[in-house]
């Protein structure tokens, strides 16, 4: 359809199926791009919130999970990202019926950023300094509210 219009513009059948070819890859890549934040962010925040919380000195101070947690999340990161989308060519067939394609091609990128993003919000929530959190514990705010409550 976006050929023809081209076409009827004057544009060369050539231009015009370039043009169509760049305008369905950027659609397609926003796609990937868009729906694998958006998974990245539901899961690696819960990650990165649940990191901080089991480490020593905090709330649920869990070390040993922590440390298993812990191994795991560098391990993912160290992996290159070529090797773990064909190490998980059968959780994406699992989950989406393929392996091939802008769909398939998400669950990779999903898998890959959730540890960066999840370490990424451990480290960020070690900067809130334990005083004021002590504070809001101390003054009745819920370990479920604390996390938005002191940021202010």
């Known amino acids: 359809m976006l050929s ?29 791009v868009l729906l694998a934040t958006f998974v990245s962010v539901v899961l ?4 990165g919130v649940l990191l901080l919380v089991t480490s020593k000195g905090y709330f649920w101070s869990s070390p040993r999970f922590y440390e298993i947690l812990g ?4 391990a993912l990161r160290s992996v290159p ?6 190490a998980i060519i059968p959780l994406t067939k699992l ?27 451990e480290t960020s929530l070690r900067t ?7 504070a809001a514990l101390s003054m009745g705010v ?5 996390k938005t409550r002191t940021h202010s």
Do not use: W
């Open 4 to 32: 023809q219009m081209l076409v009827s513009m004057g544009c060369s059948n050539a231009m015009a199926k370039i043009v169509e070819l760049l305008a369905s890859g950027t659609l397609d890549t926003l796609y990937m």
């Open 44 to 47: 690696g925040v819960p990650l």
């Open 142 to 146: 819920s370990v479920a509210d604390h």
């Open 81 to 86: 990202f070529i090797i773990l989308m064909v």
């Open 128 to 134: 809130v300094p334990y005083g004021l959190v002590e």
């Open 71 to 74: 191994a795991a999340v560098n």
């Open 95 to 121: 989950l989406v019926g393929t392996s091939i394609g802008t769909t398939a091609a998400i669950v990779p990128l999903t898998v890959s950023t959730v540890p960066f993003l999840g370490r990424l919000v």
